[in-house]
């Protein structure tokens, strides 16, 4: 079966101080076959005690989520700071054994104002990430202007070799899951590395609703998404980024666990060689 992840920024996160120390006893309680570590910006110097300390407590990290912000760096165009925080995050990612990177190309309020800076820097972190073993892919992160696909499009005239994450909750903001395996956007497909299966409540570009919920709490319809998945033959690897954090900063490690089991039964279903009925 493919690789079923977590992402540990679904149980590390502002109530519980962004401990990265939390990792080694909280993992032991989710079901799954590895964590795709989430990078925050206060963790910008004290990265080297943090991958001495995850690369010694026995956790698989094969996916790496790089710090958002450089995305919003690049659109301002602070490209050294941008760089050397991406190399930063890309030798942290080879410290825990991360192989494949997720990168908001684009993020935050800046988006893709300026999405051409973003672009023309883009080759510079491939080459960066390349020097670290690391494969960065880049996620249809919600945009201000246009469709992420269309983004997607428009980076591959300028780095053909790109390649992407597909989030579910992301696409559903602009309607992109009943868009996404249309004939026009197959191709497409050659170049995404990596899922993340996450649901969401709200409609057509509703920006109030933006929290990652569990599988089947929202508006995401995964048998399209997993029809079209086999359809293309994909063969990667998935996260769950679903929030574990209740109102009252404890966590549900259950809710997440049931949409990892959720997960695996839709992969069971479509994507394996013996698939089920179930």
Request: net charge negative.
């Amino acid at each position: 079966m493919q690789g079923v992840f977590a992402s540990t920024g679904a149980f590390i996160g502002r109530p519980n101080g962004r401990d990265f120390r939390l990792i080694e006893s909280l993992s032991k309680n989710i079901d799954c076959d590895g964590f795709e570590l989430m990078f925050y910006a206060d963790w910008y110097g004290k990265e080297k005690n943090i991958a001495e300390f995850l690369s010694n407590i026995g956790v698989k990290f094969p996916t790496f989520h790089c710090e958002k912000g450089i995305g919003e760096l690049l659109a301002e165009e602070r490209f050294p700071e941008a760089y050397e925080k991406f190399e930063i995050n890309c030798e942290t990612a080879k410290k825990v054994g991360s192989k494949l990177m997720v990168i908001h190309l684009w993020n935050g309020p800046t988006s893709d104002r300026n999405i051409g800076a973003n672009f023309s820097a883009y080759p510079k972190l491939e080459n960066i990430a390349e020097r670290y073993g690391i494969t960065p892919t880049v996620e249809n992160v919600i945009a201000r202007g246009g469709s992420p696909i269309g983004l997607w499009r428009r980076l591959l005239k300028t780095s053909p070799g790109a390649f992407f994450t597909y989030d579910t909750k992301m696409a559903q903001f602009d309607l992109d899951n009943e868009k996404a395996f249309l004939p026009e956007n197959i191709r497409l497909w050659e170049r995404v590395k990596h899922m993340h299966i996450n649901d969401r409540i709200g409609g057509y570009r509703d920006w109030s609703s933006y929290r990652a919920l569990n599988l089947g709490e929202g508006d995401v319809d995964f048998d399209l998404v997993f029809r079209g998945l086999k359809e293309v033959g994909y063969r990667g690897d998935f996260t769950v980024e679903a929030s574990a954090f209740l109102p009252d900063g404890s966590l549900d490690l259950a809710g997440l666990n049931e949409s990892l089991k959720t997960l695996k039964k839709f992969i069971s279903r479509y994507l394996s060689e013996n698939p089920t009925e179930n």
